[in-house]
């Protein structure tokens, strides 16, 4: 695919995107190696409106893919940063940090969402927790609610979640599968002026959402400014 230079917020990102990476099982073509609209969004949307709240913080991003975001929260002074995805895609990202000579500061592990692996492994918690277009398959949602509890601090009470999606015919089911098996509450973040899109033509920020996920201790409490959703049945529409 080639080389992409981003910019963020005048950091400059060097992401190298990978063809024909493939699962070693199915054969499936694994698209996280490639850079996606929703990443380039959640990266600008971060600098724009949250690199305050990133600095210091330790962040995990889950289904990372070229790690954009992640690599983005490290250049906007998070003090550590680790990147997961499957293992097909983990020398891509490894490259990515190299690339940007944040190898101090940033990790590459692989996670699979509800593994026996990764029920096992010693639980670690993190302040900040990124995700982008993650909502896919509704049948992933129940491992990955279970992986946001484990790497929440403190059961999500001290943590943030925040997750872009490109607005699919199926993101929304996801999300009601993710409250119905695991008790999350979803609040979509009012859109904040980001500039220009991209280089396309055809790309416009109104296809796209930003989530903040708040896990079940927390569904008491309050975000100002934002529409929580209630997904009560929408997997039967």
């Given at each position: 695919m080639?080389?992409?230079?981003?910019?963020?917020?005048g950091?400059?990102?060097t992401?190298?995107?990978l063809?024909d990476?493939?699962?070693?099982?199915?054969?499936?073509?694994?698209?996280?190696?490639?850079?996606?609209?929703?990443s380039?969004?959640l990266s600008?949307w971060?600098?724009?409106?949250r690199?305050d709240?990133?600095?210091?913080?330790?962040v995990?991003?889950?289904g990372?893919?070229?790690?954009?975001?992640?690599?983005?929260?490290?250049v906007?002074?998070?003090?550590r940063?680790?990147?997961?995805?499957?293992?097909?895609?983990?020398?891509?990202?490894?490259r990515?940090v190299?690339?940007?000579?944040?190898?101090?500061?940033?990790?590459?592990r692989?996670?699979?969402?509800?593994?026996?692996?990764?029920e096992n492994?010693?639980?670690?918690e993190?302040?900040?927790?990124l995700?982008?277009d993650?909502?896919?398959e509704?049948e992933?949602?129940e491992d990955?609610g279970?992986?946001?509890?484990?790497?929440?601090?403190?059961?999500?009470?001290?943590?943030?979640?925040?997750?872009?999606s490109?607005?699919?015919?199926?993101t929304?089911?996801?999300?009601?599968e993710?409250?119905?098996?695991q008790?999350?509450?979803?609040?979509?973040l009012?859109?904040?002026p980001?500039g220009?899109?991209s280089?396309?033509d055809?790309?416009s920020?109104?296809?796209?959402s930003?989530?903040?996920?708040i896990p079940?201790?927390?569904?008491?409490?309050?975000?100002?400014?934002s529409?929580?959703?209630d997904?009560?049945?929408?997997?039967?529409?």
């Amino acid at each position: 695919m080639g080389i992409r230079e981003i910019t963020v917020s005048g950091h400059n990102l060097t992401i190298h995107e990978l063809e024909d990476v493939c699962d070693s099982a199915t054969g499936r073509v694994l698209t996280g190696s490639w850079l996606w609209d929703s990443s380039l969004l959640l990266s600008r949307w971060m600098a724009t409106t949250r690199a305050d709240d990133i600095r210091g913080k330790s962040v995990i991003e889950l289904g990372a893919g070229t790690g954009l975001p992640g690599l983005t929260a490290a250049v906007l002074g998070a003090e550590r940063v680790v990147l997961t995805d499957v293992k097909a895609l983990l020398p891509g990202m490894e490259r990515n940090v190299e690339a940007n000579g944040l190898g101090e500061r940033v990790e590459v592990r692989e996670l699979v969402w509800g593994s026996e692996e990764a029920e096992n492994e010693k639980e670690e918690e993190f302040d900040i927790v990124l995700m982008s277009d993650v909502f896919v398959e509704m049948e992933a949602m129940e491992d990955l609610g279970k992986t946001l509890k484990r790497v929440c601090r403190n059961n999500g009470s001290e943590s943030q979640v925040w997750c872009v999606s490109e607005v699919r015919q199926w993101t929304y089911a996801c999300l009601g599968e993710l409250l119905a098996s695991q008790g999350f509450r979803v609040v979509e973040l009012p859109p904040s002026p980001l500039g220009p899109f991209s280089d396309s033509d055809d790309a416009s920020w109104d296809m796209f959402s930003i989530f903040h996920l708040i896990p079940p201790p927390l569904q008491d409490c309050h975000v100002a400014d934002s529409v929580v959703f209630d997904f009560e049945g929408l997997g039967d529409t």
